[in-house]
């Protein structure tokens, strides 16, 4: 699994709510900066840079003032965010850290289980699923305790590279697929 980070990749989010009738769907990219820093970079349907440096968050979307905040005022957050980059970096202690973690497949698929250890991260996120295929992560799927669910696909121009049907079975086969054509 641990492969060196690319430079960015892109990334399609599909957001499913029980307060709305259709998911949301954006796109970007991700960058993985020399600093260590981490960048959401959502380019579709509306602008908007994330950037994780440390312990600092600051978001910044088109025609608003940028917020900045640090984690120390969300620490479920850090556990959330620490996942993202322990997977893309093959770091197998930070997950422990912060996760129960559990294996399962084979080298051409594969799928991670991530339950969260702490109460307060386990009120915001039942557990985090990553799928992926040889070295790469395709999906990381957030699982939240009311149900509702976010589906981030990585290496994806846009959201025209994801199946017809953004139903959640066909997306979640989707991601389990072994390989992208």
Known sequence: MARPAPD???FVEVRYSSLLEKP???????EHRENGSLV??????????????????????????????SLDRAP??????????AILKGDRQMLDQYFVVTAQ?????WEITLTPRDDKLKRR??????????????????????G???LMALGVAGPGDLP???????????CIEDARP
Not at 24 to 30: A, E
Not at 105 to 109: C, I, K, L, Q, V
Request: aromatic content about 6%; proline content about 4%; charged content about 30%.
């Open 8 to 10: 960015w990749t892109g």
């Open 164 to 174: 017809t049907s953004l139903e959640r079975q066909a997306l979640h086969a989707w």
């Open 76 to 85: 479920e957050l850090r556990g959330m965010l620490a996942s993202f980059g």
């Open 40 to 69: 959401r970079r959502v380019e579709s349907p509306y602008e908007e840079v994330t950037e994780l440096q440390g312990e600092n968050v600051s978001v910044e979307r088109a025609g608003s003032k940028p917020r900045r905040f």
């Open 105 to 109: 497949g084979s080298d051409a698929r």
């Open 24 to 30: 949301i769907v954006v796109s970007g990219r991700l």
């Open 125 to 146: 996120l039942s557990l985090i699923v990553v799928d992926g295929a040889e070295s790469r992560p395709k999906c990381f799927t957030l699982e939240e305790p009311d």
């Open 148 to 150: 509702d669910e976010s």
